[in-house]
Structure formats: C-alpha cells, structure tokens
C-alpha cells in the first residue's frame, strides 16, 4: 500500500538555526512528493514537489527538499528558520495514478522560538 | 482574487440536518477534490471530480453526495448529519488528473451539535 510517514509530531528550532522536518515514503511505482504548509485556521499552501530530475528542489519562502531514492525520504529543509515558519507543515504522496490522488502523512507541526 | 473560494467559511448545525458547502475555483482548473481533516489534522481525500465526471470515490458514507454542476464548482451536500462529521472540510483543484500540484481553498468548518 502507498503511504507517507511523517515520524516527529513537533519539531522545536531557534530562529536562525537550520531546520528540517522529515518525510519517507512508501510507494510501489515512482513517487511523486509534494510539500505544503497549513498556518493556523488556513488552508493548505504548496510549497514545493519533486516529480523527476534534480534530486534538490527548492520551493516557495527558502525552503527545499531531497529526495533520496536509497533511503525513500523526502526531508524538508531550510538553512535558517524564520518564527513565520511556524507551522503545521504535510509531507504527501501521489503514486502516479490516474486520478492525481495525494495521500498525505500525519503533519509536524514546526515551532520556531525567537 | 481568490483561486479556490469556498461557502460557508464556519458551519454549526445540529444533529440530522441536512447542509450544503460550496466551492469555486477560477484558476481554470480541470479537476476539483474534496478533502476531510479530522480533529487530529488528519487528511483524507473523499471525492474528486475531473470535467464533472466522479474519478475519486472514496469509503465515504453515502450520506455525503458531492455535485459538480461544471468545472468551476463543486458542492458536497451532507445528509443527516453527525457529530462525527464534525471536521474542517477543504476543496482542491488541479490543472488536470494524473500528477499535479493541488491548490486548497481556505477550509470549511464544520461543527454538528
């Protein structure tokens, strides 16, 4: 079966420091992997995917990923946290179906301390 | 401005009435989703719609009923309602089927008493 893991519920960062919030995947086919961003009360914003190419993607307000094939995962990272990022961030996973059909993991919610 | 709008932004109700969301994008969108998350925050796709046609059926009791009166909108009707279906409810769209990024309207709440 297709799914996503996110294995950090909350991940706590200084402002200025690196971060990154982790996402593996389990897939049968090639991954597709999106993430996105939900503030509080708001609805879900894309942040960036990874469909082929470039295993580094960057994406919207600094952040960028890597897909890493060996190790299934598709960590989201950036090189110095900002306390507007913090947020419930989704890791997600389309398998490459037909129907454009996200699964999505369980969400980690990044609290960045000033 | 808007890209995915959706009506109402909070929804209260009681137990075993029968409500209506609705949801428009203007990004000239092929494909519209509706997404449930649950208290927990978590996820789940429902239905999606590709040029009206239904492509995503989830488990889903049927007392849900999505409409897709053209490619701009998509209603999900609720019958009967719960406790719960008590979640925020997000409509999606996409520039097409396959693999493409989704972009969420800003949510629904909804809350049966």
């Known amino acids: 079966a297709q799914s996503v893991a996110q294995p950090e519920d909350q991940v706590n960062v200084a402002e200025g420091n690196p971060l990154t919030v982790k996402c593996t995947y389990s897939?049968?086919?090639?991954?597709?992997l999106f993430w996105y961003v939900q503030y509080p009360n708001r609805g879900l914003q894309f942040l960036l995917k990874?469909?082929?190419?470039?295993?580094l993607v960057k994406g919207s307000y600094g952040f960028e990923a890597e897909f890493n094939k060996s190790q299934t995962s598709f960590h989201l990272k950036k090189p110095s946290a900002l306390v507007s990022d913090s947020a419930l961030y989704f890791c997600?996973?389309?398998?490459?179906?037909?129907?454009?059909?996200?699964?999505f993991g369980t969400g980690t919610l990044l609290a960045v301390q000033p | 401005d808007t890209a995915v709008s959706q009506t109402p932004k909070y929804l209260v109700t009681q137990m075993g009435n029968d409500k209506s969301i609705k949801c428009e994008q203007n990004?000239?969108?092929?494909?519209m989703y509706w997404y449930k998350q649950d208290s927990k925050k978590f996820l789940k796709i429902m239905f999606s719609?590709?040029?009206?046609?239904?492509?995503i059926n989830e488990t889903v009791p049927n007392r849900f009923s999505p409409k897709s009166p053209d490619k701009a909108h998509l209603n999900l009707h609720i019958n009967s309602l719960e406790l719960g279906d008590s979640a925020v409810y997000f409509c999606?769209?996409?520039?097409?089927?396959?693999?493409?990024?989704?972009?969420f309207g800003p949510g629904t709440r909804l809350t049966v008493l």
């Open positions: 897939v049968s086919g090639n991954p597709y």
């Open positions: 990004l000239g969108h092929d494909t």
């Open positions: 997600a996973v389309n398998y490459g179906g037909a129907t454009n059909k996200l699964i």
């Open positions: 990874y469909i082929t190419g470039d295993n």
């Open positions: 999606a769209s996409s520039h097409r089927t396959g693999v493409d990024t989704q972009y």
């Open positions: 719609y590709n040029n009206k046609e239904l492509i």
